[in-house]
């Protein structure tokens, strides 16, 4: 495995712990090794000593197996070059030959782009003529990181230009979200119980809401934040995935093109509502209070123009033009330094067509909801209305609740564990497809166009630690419904 940006953040606390609890678990080829590949000079050592900090605070699995990791950080390696500089990378293929003697990996490449957009362009030219993306006989993948594109038009030359150089089937597009538990989960909430999905249509369902709610801020990163803003950071991948596998057919079977092919059906079909103004609200936090303490509003944080229109808040309502959810709506909203961190997907049943109890009574019975909780704490609730014990009518809302940490009773796995074996093993089912990216930005470009012709919905402010601006619960209420409280 070639990690590009290997110096980064992003291998630090997820790549390199990934692979050593793998290695934990039993789960990563005996044959195997690692060359990390950025443009600070830096010996072989120095990077395994630095790898060493990285898995001791970052791993999943603690105390560290000294013994493990001995053998584990001697499969490590640094290889010094320009992403930009074709005679690095002829060099590297010196080096990835010296490992396949060592360690017999036999030619098998994987190459993993955890560096900025801007240079996968390079990278991936680079992989190409140098004859490291060649596939002879042998293992030759490639992962890049979100965000793929910032709009519809360079998501496609992206994809054009990285299948110059790869077969789709080598291509790994990676969304972290698609490798949480309950993410994987959801098709098997549906699919593998025949209780629910004859629920799982306009006849029952009211509406969906999903919320992806984080209580930090932007975390040092404003030059980011600037050009993507939360449409761009959360709603366009995570959140329209999370919708696709929620609202998606079933496949054929379970195997990834049937799998992605539905998920495709599914944002083809998507329509934001326009009926008044553009289908959403944004927001943008300014000073407030999280957890009990003071924090900076978004204008005030290092690398944030004064005048910045970037929403920090997203709430958008969007209708699925098919059969199944023929006149369903779905809300779906996220934000920074709301007052906690959460992901959940809601949906929420129709009431009983008749009334059967006195007037008094009716008006304390609740929809039944069903709710799953991607993070943190990993589960699915579903409430229904019961009898409260003794005489008279009085019903109330009753929770059955199913925890991972409490039903099963070990850790589950980081996300980038499950995505990094999967690259291994070549399963791209939870990897986004070419035209399921593209598909996914034909959505959100207009949107974003809208806005930079200042066409649409303006940016409202609301105070750090509170659920939004008031124009989102203003949004909701139109249609006679709120959002579920965080």
């Known amino acids: 495995m070639v990690i590009f940006g290997a110096s980064g953040d992003l291998t630090h606390r997820k790549l390199i712990p990934a692979l050593y609890n793998l290695a934990v678990d039993g789960l990563l080829p005996k044959d195997f090794a690692v060359i990390g590949f950025a443009r600070k000079p830096k010996t072989n050592e120095e990077f395994r000593n630095e790898m060493t900090e990285a898995v001791k605070q970052f791993s999943r699995t603690k105390p560290i197996d000294e013994a493990l990791w001995e053998r584990f950080s001697s499969t490590l390696y640094y290889h010094q070059g320009d992403y930009s500089t074709l005679a690095d990378y002829e060099k590297l293929c010196g080096t990835l030959s010296e490992v396949d003697q060592n360690h017999n990996t036999q030619g098998n490449r994987l190459f993993y782009l955890s560096t900025p957009p801007e240079v996968y362009n390079a990278i991936i030219k680079n992989l190409g003529e140098s004859g490291l993306g060649k596939q002879d006989g042998n293992m030759r993948r490639v992962v890049i990181e979100k965000p793929f594109g910032h709009d519809l038009n360079s998501a496609r030359e992206l994809n054009e230009h990285v299948h110059k150089y790869f077969h789709e089937d080598q291509i790994y597009r990676m969304d972290h979200y698609l490798g949480k538990e309950t993410v ?93 103004g553009d289908g959403t609200v944004r927001g943008q936090y300014g000073p407030g209070k999280v957890d009990g303490k003071v924090v900076l509003g978004y204008l005030q944080e290092d690398g944030v123009s004064p005048e910045s229109q970037t929403e920090t808040f997203l709430a958008m309502k969007f209708w699925i033009d098919n059969w199944r959810w023929a006149g369903v709506p779905w809300y779906v909203r996220s934000g920074k330094r709301m007052p906690k961190r959460l992901t959940e997907i809601a949906i929420q049943f129709k009431k009983p067509p008749m009334n059967l109890f006195s007037e008094s009574t009716a008006q304390t019975i609740e929809a039944n909801s069903l709710v799953m909780t991607i993070q943190p704490d990993e589960g699915i609730a579903l409430k229904f209305s019961s009898k409260v014990p003794g005489s008279g009518e009085n019903i109330k809302p009753v929770v059955m609740d199913f925890k991972y940490g409490e039903s099963f009773n070990v850790p589950a796995p980081d996300a980038y564990e499950r995505l990094l ?51 989102a619960d203003d949004f909701i209420k139109a249609d006679g419904r709120r959002w579920r409280p965080l």
């Not at 959100?444 to 402010?461: A, H, K, Y």
């Open 184 to 276: 994987q989960n959801i098709l098997v909430f549906r699919f593998a119980n025949g209780i629910f999905e004859p629920l799982w249509d306009y006849r029952y369902v009211d509406h969906v809401q999903i919320t992806v709610s984080e209580a930090i801020g932007i975390e040092g990163r404003g030059g980011y934040y600037e050009n993507s803003g939360v449409v761009r950071d959360i709603i366009q991948n995570h959140l329209l995935q999370l919708l696709a596998l929620t609202g998606m057919e079933p496949p054929v079977e379970f195997e990834a093109d049937a799998v992605r092919n539905e998920k495709v059906k599914v944002l083809k079909s998507l329509r934001v509502d326009s009926t008044n």
């Open 421 to 471: 074996l999967d690259c291994l093993l070549g399963d791209p089912t939870l990897f986004t497809r070419a035209d399921e990216v593209e598909a996914q930005w034909q959505i959100i470009t207009p949107v974003i166009e809208q806005w930079e012709d200042g066409i649409g919905s303006s940016v409202d402010l609301y105070r750090a630690g509170t659920v939004g601006p008031k124009e």
